[in-house]
């Protein structure tokens, strides 16, 4: 905008400069014409007089002393002063006997006959030069272009200053707006520049000061949540001691605990009242983490009667997710089977390692599958039947409309990725996060989605829900 502003004032300042001095110009050689024609007619009618007395002395005398070239024909044929032929303009003058002045080769030709007194005509020459016609045209020139230039360079400078005013405001709008997208959110804008861009200051501290109030609250509320979650867990710690079982005991209170460093986190993040510290990238065994998800969750499908097949590689499979991100995508596909399918449905966890680094996980049960996606807002269709409210629509992994299952991809593992607007679309919301229509919280599917590079699931209609999850290689396997 600085730029364009300065080229702007430049193209008019030389607009303007051009519509002065051009008509200027022209107007200083015009004059300066006129001065050199003027003062060779005072020199010829200094002259006359002495012609018409018919005084050669004298007059040869006069003509001698002026500084500028002047020839007398006399009627006799002699030539007084500057010697010279003469020209068609004095024989001309002297039989019209009227006074000329006609341009040549050589400048303009004036010329003045005069009748002596004895009848004769006398006629007197004088020659302007081209040199004495443009005599100091070239110097002005000189001066007015200078003056031009001064000017142009003049107004560069005071429209720079003046877009500066302008710009200056907006580059630090803009560099507050990126602070504040870092999460500083104690950046603020000084109310600088013209009126609308301090109007644009003050709106934008304003909005981020809502924002950090709103994150405060929104910590604060969260904090309390997961300090009340504190009593619950220990007297389920305390229940599970208490179990006859070993073995429920122990998984009971495995489940407990993993619940309770996830409080842990979520009270250590909503501590953070600045920008994010950039960590290490996370990593763990996927063959690790998934069998002991997979030795959790076989009690409760040994209890409700359902199949469960594990299929995982013989050696480590090393991924670049958190163990616990890792634990809680799993849990959150397997709790979706277990929420959404009758009992004795059969389901299998599969993990492929891939020699290149990284694995496949894929979750696949024989349940309904998938529900068809619903109808977009903006053309319901009256006749078209409301999904049914039991149908599975915890973030569960999202549907697609045609035959071959559709890759979604997924930014790296991380809180703040979230399905595109075309994603959603053809999934039909399935994974939408925070959408749901059979009573969960719908954030399932989503939490299994961010930890993977690319997300993929079957169809709606094609007989049991098929959810496969990318997850990126780590350089080297993690302790």
Do not use: Y
């Not at 200027?24 to 300066?32: D, H, I």
């Not at 006129?34 to 002495?50: F, K, T």
């Not at 997924?410 to 607007?421: E, F, G, M, N, V």
């Amino acid at each position: 905008m600085r730029t364009r502003l300065t080229l702007l004032v430049a193209a008019t300042t030389v607009l303007v400069l051009l519509a002065f001095l051009v008509p200027l110009a022209v107007l200083v050689r015009q004059v300066a014409q006129d001065r050199a024609l003027s003062r060779a007619d005072d020199v010829v009618q200094s002259i006359v007089p002495l012609a018409a007395t018919g005084d050669t002395t004298a007059l040869r005398l006069t003509v001698e002393a002026q500084t500028v070239p002047v020839t007398v024909f006399l009627p006799d044929g002699g030539v007084l002063g500057t010697p010279a032929a003469p020209t068609p303009a004095v024989h001309l003058a002297a039989a019209r006997h009227g006074a000329l002045t006609v341009t040549t080769a050589a400048g303009q030709e004036l010329v003045v006959p005069v009748v002596g007194a004895g009848g004769a005509t006398v006629v007197i020459r004088t020659l302007v030069t081209d040199a004495e016609l443009t005599r100091g045209v070239t110097r002005a020139w000189a001066t007015l272009a200078g003056l031009g230039v001064t000017l142009v360079l003049l107004g560069l400078f005071v429209a720079d200053r003046l877009a500066r005013t302008i710009t200056r405001p907006i580059s630090e709008l803009s560099a507050v707006s990126h602070r504040l997208a870092r999460a500083e959110l104690t950046a603020r804008a000084d109310p600088s520049g013209p009126p609308e861009l301090r109007e644009v200051a003050g709106a934008l501290n304003h909005l981020a000061g809502r924002i950090q109030d709103l994150l405060a609250a929104e910590r604060e509320r969260v904090a309390d949540l997961s300090h009340r979650l504190r009593t619950p867990l220990t007297a389920l710690r305390l229940e599970a001691e208490a179990l006859r079982d070993p073995d429920e005991a122990a998984r009971v209170a495995a489940a407990a605990d993993q619940l309770a460093r996830a409080v842990t986190v979520v009270i250590e993040q909503t501590r953070q009242a600045g920008a994010p510290t950039p960590t290490a990238p996370a990593g763990c065994d996927a063959t690790t983490v998934v069998a002991a998800r997979v030795a959790f969750w076989a009690v409760l499908a040994e209890d409700t009667g359902r199949p469960l097949l594990q299929q995982l590689p013989p050696g480590p499979a090393p991924v670049a997710v958190a163990a616990d991100d890792l634990a809680a995508a799993l849990d959150a596909l397997l709790g979706n089977v277990f929420a959404h399918t009758p009992d004795g449905t059969a389901l299998s966890v599969t993990l492929t390692a891939h020699p290149a680094g990284g694995a496949t996980l894929t979750v696949a049960d024989d349940g309904p599958g998938f529900p068809a996606p619903a109808p977009p807002p903006s053309s319901p269709s009256p006749s078209a039947p409301s999904p049914s409210p039991s149908a599975p629509s915890t973030p569960s992994a999202p549907s697609v409309s045609s035959a071959p299952s559709t890759l979604v991809p997924s930014s790296a593992p991380s809180a703040s990725s979230r399905l595109s607007a075309s994603s959603a679309s053809l999934t039909g919301g399935v994974a939408q996060r925070g959408a749901s229509g059979g009573g969960s919280t719908g954030l399932g599917l989503d939490i299994a989605r961010q930890v993977a590079s690319s997300f993929e699931i079957s169809p709606p209609g094609s007989g049991g829900a098929v959810v496969r999850l990318e997850l990126s290689g780590t350089e080297k396997p993690p302790n």
